[in-house]
Structure formats: C-alpha cells, structure tokens
C-alpha cells in the first residue's frame, strides 16, 4: 500500500492521506491480504528498492501528493509503471490530465463536456471574458486548498482579474488561474468499477445550511477541514432529492460517466459540479483516486448504493 511520506507538522488536508491509509489497510486485512504500508517520497530509488524487497502481487495506490506538492501525484504511478507493478485506480495519463485544473478543463471543452470559463495568467483568449464574479483556485492544489471566503472576486475587465491572479499566485503553490463563479447548488458524483463496467454512485448535494445571504456558498478549507468552524458545521452532503429533480440527476450521472471513459479512468473517481439557477450542470473538478477516508464523500456514496467499505474497496481491486 503506497502512500505519501507525511511530516507530523503536515496541515489537515495532508494528514488526512494516513486516515485513509488506516482505514484502507484494515479493509485490505479483512479481504484477506497482507498490507505492507510503502510511504513516497521524491527519493524514488529508495521506494524502488522497498518495493523490489516487497514483492507485491499489487500495490494499492493512496499518493495524493508528493512532499506537500499535488503536482507530483503522477510520480508514484510512473514509478509503478516503470517497475511493471499492476496498481489500483486510474493510470498515469489519467492522473496527469485530471490533476491539473486548467489542462483537464481545456480537454473537458474539446470533448464537449461542460466547464466553466476560466483565464489563466499568461492572458490568453481561450475564452470571452465577461464582466462578474470569478473564483481564484490553484492550478495544482486540491481538497479546497487555499480557497476561502475571498477567493471569490467580482472584476470589470480582464486586466483587473490578472491583477488579482498576480497577487494570489503566491498563496496557490506558484500558479493560479480564475473559474466563471458559478453561484448555485454543488454536487459530488462518484463512479465506482463493477463487473459489468462503471457504476455511478448515488449523487451527493452539498447543503449550505444557515448560510446568511451575503456569504458565499463555497465550500471552501474551513468547510472541508476545520471541524470547529462554522462552515463545517453547516455543509452536510445529501443522497435525498425531490421528484422534481430526477432530471437533474440522470443528467449529472451521464456527464460523470462520460468523464471517467473519455480520460480512461480506473477503479474510481469523483466529478464536482455546480448546477446553476437554469438548471445546467458545470464540471468544476475531475478527482482520480478521490479521497477514501471513512468519513468522506466518495465511502458514503458507496454506503447509499448499500456497498460495504470492504466491498468497495474489492471492486476498487477487481479493476486492476
């Protein structure tokens, strides 16, 4: 089981990555294998020489980021590639493309899917800017990492906004770029390989509860991490819709499907939407490998479908 090396100073997000390895590893034992926990670093020739040591039938790949950087997750798939290792979830191509935001949504609009505009630093015309509210994400960072209340910014022209990718490059790991705000309902779809091929999960909404009308409804770090805050508190996920939105759902399930076959992904993924006020679903993300930590979106999409953690984490297996 291959996981990142994590320091005891590494912030919550990154903490989370031996959460799931725990809780994977346990799962792993009660299938009936015997889990040997490799952690990964940029030293690949010592992960090398673990892995050569270890013999294993497969590796169960949990690397999210390598040394606190998410732009090196492809790394670890390289490696098991190179070494003719099989390895769970999606492939090296696969989590290259998907893991940087602005080459995975410049492919998503080749292929038809739909994302949000968006500029980048270098003022390239890839789309009409429009006057409005856009949200400064990073590039390379996931897990709502460096978004907060004031990642949301509303601008006038085109220059104003790269005014403020300028500024926030720093905060963003070295390179930003602006998403069109889309201000509606948020959603997590969540695709899991079965036998008969990829399964979407039950969708999940992300409910802001109590937000008073001028915050923002963002789920942003203190949402995702920081259980004491408010924004925690108040952003339960729900499987529970009206008739009403049948449409809506079926609509969601296609697009998701569609985005794990044309990247190629393996075992399971994640695809973030905003649907706004018409009624149009936005990919903002494409997540390979998501997050398989007991509490998270993607375990609790698989309990709704009544999948065990343990069955989940076969099926995860049975995709090799």
């Known amino acids: ?8 100073d590494a912030p919550l997000d ?15 034992a009660r299938l009936g294998y015997d889990a040997v926990p490799v952690a990964f670093g940029l030293n690949m020739d010592i992960v090398r020489r673990r892995l050569a040591a270890i013999k294993p039938a497969f590796v169960f790949n949990l690397v999210e980021a390598v040394e606190g950087r998410d732009r090196f997750i492809h790394l ?12 769970t979830g999606s492939s090296t191509e696969a989590i290259f493309l998907t893991s940087g935001k602005v080459l995975s949504k410049r492919l998503m609009r080749a292929a038809g899917l739909p994302t949000p505009p968006f500029v980048t630093m ?31 910014v509303r601008v006038e022209n085109r220059r104003e906004l790269l005014a403020h990718l300028e500024r926030r490059t720093p905060s963003h790991s070295g390179s930003c770029f602006a998403e069109a705000y889309i201000d509606g309902r948020e959603f997590n779809l969540s695709v899991l390989a079965g036998p008969e091929g990829p399964d979407v999960l039950p969708p999940a909404e992300i409910v802001f509860r109590d937000y008073p009308p001028e915050k923002l409804r963002i789920v942003d770090y203190r949402a995702k991490w920081l259980e004491e ?20 759902m079926e609509r969601l399930k296609s697009i998701s499907l569609a985005c ?20 149009l679903p936005w990919i903002l993300e494409i997540n390979a490998n998501p997050c ?6 993607f375990p609790a999409a698989a309990l709704e479908a009544g999948i065990s953690y343990d069955a989940m984490i076969g099926r995860i297996i049975g995709d090799l």
């Open 1 to 8: 089981m291959l996981h990142a090396e994590i320091p005891p």
């Open 14 to 28: 990154e903490q989370d990555t031996l959460v799931q390895a725990g809780a994977v590893s346990a799962a792993l």
């Open 76 to 87: 670890a798939p390289s490696l098991l590639d190179s070494m003719g290792l099989p390895y």
């Open 122 to 152: 270098d003022a390239d015309a890839e789309t009409t800017f429009r006057p409005g509210a856009y949200i400064i994400k990073s590039i390379w960072d996931h897990a709502s990492a460096g978004i907060t209340d004031d990642s949301v």
């Open 229 to 248: 805050s408010f924004e925690f508190a108040n952003t339960p996920r729900t499987f529970d819709f009206p008739p009403e939105d049948a449409p809506l």
């Open 260 to 279: 794990f076959r044309f990247f190629r992904m393996r075992g399971y993924a994640r695809v973030d939407f905003r649907v706004d006020p018409e009624g």
């Open 292 to 297: 398989l930590a007991p509490d998270g979106g």
